[in-house]
């Protein structure tokens, strides 16, 4: 299948862009740097260094022996939007290009600004693009978990049927999202949602949990290929940060009482959904809604595995609760479904004890990139 | 009270300007012109001329010897609005920046790009300066009761209970617009809850449903005083249009089977509405959510009422049922909610013979200004 993956140099997005290029489709990737662009700004850069875009198709190409194909500029102008639709005419678009970090988008107003602006504008074109370029190709939508916020009832995959003063409808699940970052994402699904009912757009919006991990199939043991190890406040995700403090004798930096819970999945499992996802279209007018997690921990629960993972590799591990620099629960009801993905075929990866030594294994490697005044930024969430 | 009004040359923006200052309020009126640009370049133009802001500002300082201060300035430019903020430092914040038509935002992708991006990127440009600069302030934003669209179930203002799988919760009425115009107001919505919860801003939402009528107490019979009187598919409101079609002679252009029901006001009642919400402010940290409409009317009822209107002025309406242009139900269960602004204390103007018989009137007196070529423009929907 034609492969058009939007935020190809990110997280996922290159990843994607690997395992779907190892499973036969045929990959464009297109970026335009910003995330690189604002961990230099705010002098967060990962852990270790990560080849460029075209660097990294040449270090694939030469693995696989496999293509992928780059273009880099700014989805968020139309332009450049168009040119790419236009030349690689795809039949299935990926979306992941947006500014990907919840305190990111609460440091300041521009941050914010920029936020919004960037991923609703993102979204807005790849909207048009594919109504003007490829009607019939399935946009698969990198949501996230966290639309929902934690309310007091199940959550559901996406759509909820309501009985109110007996009479029934059926609507999207209702959102509350705890970052500006988050809001965004529900402000996509919305726009997602209105286009698809107007325009019959076909569209799989996939509400993912936080992602942990590094390694996957296509990239083996080669850290050339392997995406930006983020351990900063801003731009890491929670395992991830706590597996480089641990390397570094920092304290864990667990915000408050640390029940806060989330539904987790390994960055291997992540890359299985979105490939089930576009292997697996959606009709015309249909807005599928997945949710993509596989286990669910509390902020404890990961420290307490760290700790314990650090043990079994010789480091010793502490805690340090800091008072909350956001605005969330810190014990709360959570009981999200999430049968869809499954039902696809995915093959869960559990966080195992191997998973966890694995990820520490790889940190103690690069042990010598730490910049530990990179840990804790202080963004908070209230003015 | 120091009233910003952010929308202050528009259709209700203008009205309100006076109604706020005929009732003792100290009023800033800020707008770029959006409304009047975009009517020239579709050739949209109103009925009769309407004066600039700082002609209408002499007109009404004639009239009722009160200042309202006019500033011109694009509010999806953080400057300018910073500018406003921290000259006027207001109490209160009326915000109706916005590309207000449905059809405009349905054209083509230019125009939607810019409601999506203008209406958005004002109420964002908004939030983050009331949080700077006027952080007591009470922001009353125009919503619409679009928002909701049409559901099976009857429609709460604002918030619904739902109990699922035998637990609670309280969440945002769910919403489905029927245009790209309405989600904007459904984006602005989730973007303002954000915030509410977040920083504890105070704001008042108001779902409002179509507005009708040009004279209140503070234009009297001047129609330099009025608003915009739009005929046009574009930019006027249903019955507006209708009252123009009436007495061009132009069958009455009811969309399908004309069974769209919407919850009506006068302009007199938006007025009262607006100045309640704002002399009643919320508390901070809550978002209010209230219904502003006085009567519900389908499609059909309103061209049967300009009928009869016409036939007592004797005038011969038909009406013509056009093939739907736009992608909505036309039999649809409709119970909206609408409590909250009757116990603030409004004393509602119903659509009485009457108050028919003085819109036609009106209508009459400028029927030379009448371009039969703006009453249908074909704009679509669908792809």
């Not at 940190?363 to 908070?380: A, N, S, W, Y």
Request: charged share 25%; hydrophobic share 40%; proline share 5%.
């Amino acid at each position: 299948m034609r492969v058009l993956i939007l935020g190809g140099d990110g997280y996922i997005g290159w990843p994607t862009a690997m395992h779907l290029s190892a499973h036969g489709h045929e990959v464009l990737a297109a970026d335009n740097y910003l995330r690189r662009r604002l961990m230099r700004e705010i002098d967060c850069d990962a852990l270790f260094p990560v080849p460029n875009l075209h660097e990294r198709a040449g270090l694939w190409r030469e693995r696989s022996g496999r293509d992928v194909r780059v273009r880099v500029g700014d989805l968020d102008d139309w332009g450049f939007m168009a040119e790419v639709f236009e030349e690689f005419r795809p039949e299935s678009v990926i979306h992941y290009a947006e500014q990907p970090s919840a305190p990111y988008s609460m440091l300041d107003r521009r941050a914010a600004d920029l936020t919004l602006r960037n991923n609703l504008g993102v979204t807005f074109n790849v909207i048009h693009a594919i109504s003007q370029f490829a009607p019939d190709a399935h946009l698969v939508k990198l949501g996230t978990m966290g639309e929902y916020g934690t309310p007091n009832i199940d959550i559901e995959e996406g759509w909820i049927e309501i009985e109110h003063k007996g009479r029934k409808g059926r609507f999207l699940f209702p959102r509350a999202a705890g970052s500006l970052y988050h809001t965004t994402k529900v402000l996509d699904t919305d726009l997602l949602w209105f286009y698809v009912r107007t325009w019959d757009l076909r569209v799989t919006d996939l509400m993912q949990g936080p992602v942990y991990g590094l390694a996957t199939d296509e990239t083996g043991d080669d850290a050339r290929l392997m995406s930006f190890l983020n351990y900063d406040e801003v731009f890491g995700t929670v395992l991830n940060r706590f597996m480089v403090q641990a390397v570094a004798g920092h304290p864990l930096t667990v915000y408050g009482k640390g029940g806060q819970t989330r539904g987790y999945l390994h960055l291997k499992d992540a890359l299985q959904c979105v490939r089930l996802a576009v292997e697996n279209p959606v009709e015309p007018g249909a807005l599928r809604v997945l949710n993509q997690f596989v286990e669910t921990f509390s902020v404890n629960d990961l420290a307490a595995r760290v700790r314990e993972s650090g043990a079994r590799l010789g480091l010793d591990v502490t805690v340090n609760n800091l008072p909350n620099p956001r605005k969330e629960m810190e014990e709360h009801y959570y009981n999200p479904v999430h049968t869809g993905l499954l039902e696809l075929g995915l093959k869960p990866t559990p966080l195992s004890d191997e998973v966890m030594d694995e990820m520490l294994r790889l940190t103690l490697r690069h042990r010598d990139g730490i910049v530990p005044e990179r840990i804790v930024r202080g963004v908070k969430w209230r003015r």
